[in-house]
């Protein structure tokens, strides 16, 4: 291996560690070793989140540290991006408005959320607890979103993403909506109309990339 894929390979390990420092540090190295914005960014930031997210599923992590390799997946993300000038990398995978629903105050499920999907690049908004389907749709007409995700971990909040579902419908936004929470299922979502719904926050990065036109390879 030559030393610009070592650097990248530890940068990797950085991210999947959640190292910020480090990830911030390598990343910085890399630029200045003239190795490409975007190489850096398919080849070693993004398999570093990727392989916290396998290992999530896998059993293998648990939410601190899914938490802390997002975080360093975005200080990473901080330095390579001004690098990136115009290049169409930088333009966002989609624009999310995402926040937990009125009458819900829970908020970690849905912060990890918006965490990965702004690791993976997307665009967020984060609203965040107790958020009426009036605000979401304004938010949404506001930054012409293309994704509306609705956090509900309480059985009697639910109804809030049914309420979601049909004021964007009447609103005509373009926007699709993603459900998630506790008790919300893949049987809920189809019955009130929702676009997607994920289980966790590693499945609503798949589902969103899916969701804008992205296969999540």
């Not at 396998?54 to 001004?82: C, I, N, R, S």
Request: net charge negative.
């Amino acid at each position: 291996m030559s030393e610009s894929d070592d650097l990248l390979a530890a940068l990797s390990r950085a991210v999947l560690e959640g190292e910020e420092s480090t990830t911030r540090d390598l990343a910085g190295q890399a630029l200045r070793r003239g190795v490409v914005p975007l190489h850096i960014i398919e080849h070693a930031l993004v398999p570093g989140i990727r392989r916290a997210g396998e290992l999530w599923d896998a059993g293998e992590y648990f939410l601190p540290e899914l938490v802390t390799a997002a975080q360093a997946m975005k200080a990473g993300m901080a330095v390579v991006q001004p690098a990136l000038g115009d290049s169409p990398a930088l333009r966002p995978r989609g624009r999310v408005v995402i926040g937990t629903v009125l009458g819900d105050i829970h908020d970690i499920g849905k912060t990890l959320v918006a965490t990965m999907l702004a690791a993976n690049g997307f665009e967020v908004a984060d609203e965040g607890v107790g958020v009426s389907a009036e605000r979401f749709v304004a938010r949404a007409k506001d930054l012409r979103a293309d994704l509306i995700c609705a956090s509900a971990l309480l059985t009697t909040t639910m109804v809030q993403q049914r309420e979601l579902v049909r004021a964007v419908r009447e609103a005509g936004l373009s926007a699709k909506v993603m459900v998630g929470g506790a008790p919300v299922t893949a049987a809920w979502a189809a019955e009130i109309g929702a676009d997607g719904q994920a289980d966790n926050a590693v499945a609503a990065v798949a589902t969103a990339r899916k969701m804008v036109g992205e296969d999540d390879a």
